[in-house]
């Protein structure tokens, strides 16, 4: 009864490192999706992926890329990791983005950049 | 810029009270209206979902809905300790965008015994 799985869970890097976030969902869901949440503030979506296939930017997507390596997985990439880019990192899957189905959302990876 | 506004509170209410937590939003084109429950160090977790005016009773949640006034809240009935945490409001435009959620930026509830 997994859902969305997020590794690592938590992560420090230094200023210019790159790594990549993963992201797997097993509800067969056609929709998966990157927020960020900073203290304070609700959350932001990054980048999500419609389908499989498909990636589109959402309200933040600048210093990320993305890749919908196949139906289950959605993975996060910080090519140059910058101080700005601290933050709780969280994965979510819904069944469709054209439906008014609700997102379900993984614990979340903590990433802070020194 | 879309637009999605909580009172940050904190709302601190006693046990077995009525919690009234509200939320605005700017886009008259909003179709779905989600409320989500997170605690402290947690991820956040779906707890009401709304896409018609009016009420929708879950247990001792009840989310209320009015696109006129563009406002959702959310009610808790008999308050427990264990309702205390921060409740997000999101809302989505419909249509090929109804996974593009916009967040407010949450309330800290509290229920103290």
Request: with cysteine; hydrophobic share 30%; proline share 4%.
């Amino acid at each position: 009864n997994a859902g969305v799985t997020q590794t690592p869970k938590f992560q420090v890097l230094k200023t210019g490192q790159s790594m990549t976030l993963q992201c797997a969902q097993d509800m067969n869901h056609n929709s998966m999706y990157w927020y960020r949440q900073d203290p304070g503030m609700g959350l932001r979506l990054i980048y999500y992926s419609a389908s499989e296939g498909t990636t589109d930017k959402g309200e933040v997507p600048n210093g990320y890329n993305v890749s919908r390596l196949n139906k289950r997985e959605f993975s996060l990439r910080l090519e140059s990791a910058a101080p700005s880019q601290t933050s709780v990192y969280f994965c979510a899957s819904s069944e469709r983005t054209t439906t008014n189905q609700p997102q379900h959302f993984g614990d979340g990876t903590r990433l802070s950049i020194l | 810029q879309k637009e999605v506004e909580q009172n940050s509170g904190p709302l601190s209410v006693p046990e077995g009270a009525i919690a009234s937590l509200n939320c605005t939003y700017s886009d008259r084109g909003s179709q779905s209206f989600f409320w989500y429950r997170q605690y402290s160090g947690k991820s956040p977790e779906l707890i009401m979902f709304i896409y018609s005016n009016g009420d929708k009773e879950d247990g001792r949640f009840t989310a209320q809905l009015n696109k006129a006034s563009q406002y959702v809240s959310l009610l808790i009935r008999d308050s427990q300790p264990s309702d205390s945490a921060t409740y997000l409001c999101a809302v989505s435009a419909g249509g090929t965008s109804y996974g593009k959620l916009t967040f407010g930026q949450g309330t800290i509830l509290t229920v103290h015994p």
